[in-house]
């Protein structure tokens, strides 16, 4: 049996220990554009300089030899043609397959603002996004020599980005659409110890504001972001971090079904196309690390003759670690309508916030004491019915689950 596993990263990596799992002789051959194993999570470390290189690698020492991996690396997947059971490379040379794994995740969105790109729609200089270790290493020698760093997007992370760069010493201005940083874990109240931690730090942020163009000099760099508010900042390096893309380019013409946002696949991992699987962003769904390596694992153990379907995944969940500020977001942070209640408990360095209706709870911030976290999560991912239990949300405990029944809901 012959595998091939297109993406080198958290469903692709775990895919290929799947794959061993149970096909101890079967050939893999690992196909990633990327040159080196990493965890994109960690890339900010890279940039502070807490980690180097070798340190962003999330596999042991050997993997790749130990697993019998025939790893292509730096190699660019072009074309899959599913009849034919091939993928073709860039270089020109192709890779048969018996089986074959799709992992190759998602790449940076540089949003169509004015100025953003050149004629020939190559991104205009001093534009840069954060996914790959080559960005973040053009980042790290670009931030070392800037004048003024401008973030578009508050989100986790353009908050990466710029905890990553704030020892640079460089001016750092952060721009959101959204009225707060990391608009879709927190609320305005969760989002201000952030802000005001920031600010102390000597960042500036402009929130509830769009880029409307990014202005550029006589060689064509960009030398500052003019807002919607009529205000411009000035930046000699502009770090984009405004969502992502699935990378699916390569893969038209091949037949697999896709969707607006990426490849399809079921719970099982499988394409529309037989003997062809799919894992992690690629989907264009969800973007986030544990559900990518949970997809590949279910992807590869299936593509080896195993029985795995995806359980039921909580994947709203953010535990957020900033300048020695902790939250949990779990769920909406937000009601999504009428019919909602929203309890709220405030205490010095200490905030919580539970979205419920009908005995149910949507969603939660706890920041501070997060001890809560562990109730909470379970309550929100098992949708357990609280209404039943005749205290204040906040004082809910494991004590007040009597027991589980059988369609694992607690009984009080
Ligand atoms: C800065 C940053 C911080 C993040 N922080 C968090 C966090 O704190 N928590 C969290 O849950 N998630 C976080 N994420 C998201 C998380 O990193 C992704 O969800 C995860 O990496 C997805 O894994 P993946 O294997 O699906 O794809 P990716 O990690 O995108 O990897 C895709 C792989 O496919 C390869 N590839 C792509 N196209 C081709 C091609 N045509 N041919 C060959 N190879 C190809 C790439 O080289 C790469 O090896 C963060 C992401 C970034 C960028």
Known sequence: MKYVVIGA??????????????????????????DAIYSRCILHHYLSGERDEKALDFTTENFISENRVNWKRGVRAVQVDCGAKKVFLSGGSSESYDKLLIASGASTFFPPV??????????????????????????????????????????????????????YGKPITIIESCPNMLPSQLDGEAAAPYQKKFAEMGGRQYYGV?????????????????????????CDMLICCTGVRA?????????????????????????????????????????????????????????????ETLDSFFASKSAIVFWGIKTLSLGTHTPAGPGYSTETEKDTGSYKKII???????????????????????????????SRVKKPLFKIDYSDFFALNENFEFTY
Request: proline share 1%; glycine share 18%.
């Open 9 to 34: 990263s958290a469903a692709g990596i775990n895919g290929i220990t799947a794959i061993r799992g149970h096909d101890k002789d079967g050939e893999i051959v690992l196909i990633s554009e990327d």
């Open 114 to 167: 004015k100025g953003m790109f050149n004629e020939d729609k190559t991104l205009a200089g001093g534009i840069y996004g954060l996914r790959t270790f080559a960005d973040a290493k053009a980042i790290k020698a670009a931030a070392k020599k800037a004048s003024g760093i401008a973030i578009l997007g508050a989100g986790l992370i353009g908050i990466d980005a710029a905890s990553g760069l704030l020892q």
């Open 210 to 234: 769009k880029a409307e163009e990014i202005t550029r000099g006589g060689d064509g760099t960009v030398n500052g972001v003019r807002l919607s508010s009529g205000e411009q900042i000035a």
């Open 247 to 307: 990378n699916t380019g390569f893969l038209e013409g091949s037949g697999l079904k896709m969707d607006a946002k990426g490849l399809v696949y079921n719970d099982r991992g499988e394409t529309s196309e037989s003997d062809v699987y799919g894992a992690g962003d690629v989907s264009g769904k969800n973007p986030i690390w544990p559900l990518a390596v949970k997809e590949g694992i279910v992807a590869g153990g299936n593509m080896a003759g195993g029985e």
């Open 356 to 386: 419920h209706k009908d005995g149910k709870i949507y969603g939660a911030i706890i920041q501070g004491d997060v001890s809560y976290a562990g109730v909470l999560t379970r309550l929100i991912a098992e949708k357990i019915d609280v």
